[in-house]
């Protein structure tokens, strides 16, 4: 098939990332949006734009049959679903399929079986991929998890089967805490996901969290993209990134990059999607999670290669084979690349702050990318994530990339509202993050460092 119009299920940056690519190939696109939304650059930016609803997700973004009924008021022949909201909703993905409309996105039943953590750690195993010592079965009560976990052995991680976003995670060092945890982690998991099925993992101390991204075709054919290091995290969410990985040795990055592309396979995946891994110290990588969307974090996959990974996700919703082999891929890399995630939120607390941006100036210049949706005079509510911006640094070193990454954070400006460009400073600056030797920890390291210097103070 030809894609012709591709309505975009989602908002701000993503919804003007994904406009970008379908501008550039002459794709009509239609913008649905919120209340809340109706003033922001991407409804401006699309060809059409449809009111979804009021402002809470459940009446607009969320409501998949409406957003189903646009598409087909508006004679979109696809839907790109972004990241969040309905992106990884096999149900979305099936009304989109039984209306005659692609999903640029994997087929619905795999994106129910990723979706499902512990099916995944099933499949995986059955893989040859490495996983995280655990349960493989839903614990029915909290004398099962603590039977399981006197097998596997303490620390573990309470997890949500259906979790995501670091939501209904919970470290558990001693049984007191497992059973204290217990119950709070099944409501949450219920509250949050529909389902309060938990299981639970071997807690690896000081890891690094590594995923890689994969690419897969209807004709069978699957190549990695290399890897992205998603180490730095707040709360169990990312926050910088970085390719490739300054900790894995050469030996390694091939280890776990192939084992990437054998899930995908595992799972007959087609699409773009991202496989994700914990690696300990000796560099032992165990499968975490697929994420079976694009990712916040694409465009330093994007900028290392020269690709469009949204370009390429239409190109697979249209039936066309991948465009190049493994040994092209690994010959197009070059040089490195550093995503900052600029949010509207205390850049102490990390709590959102929502406000009025009274000015809005980006930075700007060689090795500079800004994928953003907001301008002057917008307000950042509280109905969806604070998300501002995504500053994307790019050189032919690290050091180079790290000194440009530096130098837009101090010219970036943006006032009348709170924001973590400070923090993401302190970061760039900290010596963990220069020498590339922090793990998913640096966060909390830097504020117990912080705390000790203000009471010594």
Not at 87 to 105: D, H, K, L, V, Y
Request: glycine share 8%; proline share 6%.
């Amino acid at each position: 098939m030809t894609i012709r119009k591709v309505l975009i299920a989602n908002r701000g940056e993503i919804a003007r990332r994904i406009l970008r690519t379908c501008r550039a190939r002459g794709v009509a696109t239609v913008a649905v949006y919120s209340e809340a939304d109706a003033g922001w650059p991407f409804v401006r930016e699309a060809d059409e734009a449809v009111l979804l609803g009021p402002p809470p997700v459940a009446q607009s973004y969320l409501n998949l049959e409406k957003i189903v009924a646009i598409a087909k008021e508006t004679g979109a022949d696809a839907i790109h679903p972004g990241y969040g909201f309905l992106s990884e909703n096999p149900t979305f993905a099936r009304r989109c399929r039984e209306e005659g409309i692609a999903f640029i996105g994997p087929d619905p039943d795999v994106i129910a079986a990723m979706g499902d953590k512990v099916n995944a750690r099933r499949t995986m195993q059955r893989a040859g991929v490495p996983v995280v010592p655990g349960t493989d079965e839903p614990l029915a009560s909290v004398e099962a998890a603590l039977g399981a976990a006197a097998a596997i052995g303490y620390p573990v991680m309470l997890k949500a089967s259906a979790g995501g976003g670091g939501i209904g995670m919970q470290v558990c060092r001693t049984p007191e805490e497992l059973k204290a945890a217990y119950g709070t982690a099944t409501a949450r998991a219920k509250a949050y996901f529909g389902c309060g099925d938990v299981f639970l993992e071997k807690y690896i101390d000081d890891p690094r969290h590594i995923e890689v991204q994969i690419l897969a075709d209807a004709h069978g054919n699957v190549v990695h993209l290399f890897e992205r290091d998603c180490s730095v995290q707040r709360r169990h969410q990312k926050v910088i990134e970085e390719t490739p990985s300054p900790f894995l040795t050469e030996e390694a990055r091939q280890a776990i990059c192939a084992a990437a592309v054998a899930a995908a396979k595992a799972v007959g995946y087609v699409g773009a999607g991202t496989v994700e891994f914990l690696v300990d110290a000796d560099q032992n990588f165990y499968f975490l999670e697929m994420n079976t969307r694009l990712q916040v974090e694409h465009p330093i996959t994007e900028e290392t290669l020269g690709l469009d990974l949204v370009a390429l996700q239409l190109d697979i919703a249209e039936g066309k084979p991948l465009p190049f082999t493994q040994e092209d891929v690994a010959a197009r890399r070059k040089g490195h690349a550093i995503e900052c995630r600029v949010y509207a939120e205390d850049p102490v607390t990390f709590l959102p702050a929502p406000g009025r941006i009274v000015a809005y100036e980006p930075p700007s210049g060689e090795g500079v990318r800004v994928d953003d949706g907001v301008e002057a005079g917008l307000t950042v509510t509280p109905y969806y994530d604070p998300m501002i911006a995504k500053l994307v640094v790019s050189g032919s070193t690290r050091e180079e990339a790290l000194a440009r990454g530096r130098a837009a954070l101090a010219a970036y400006r943006i006032e009348g509202l709170k924001h973590n460009i400070p923090f993401l400073q302190r970061v760039l600056e900290s010596e963990p993050f220069v020498q590339g030797r922090y793990t998913t920890h640096l966060v909390q390291e830097l504020q117990a460092q912080e705390q000790k210097g203000a009471r010594q103070s």
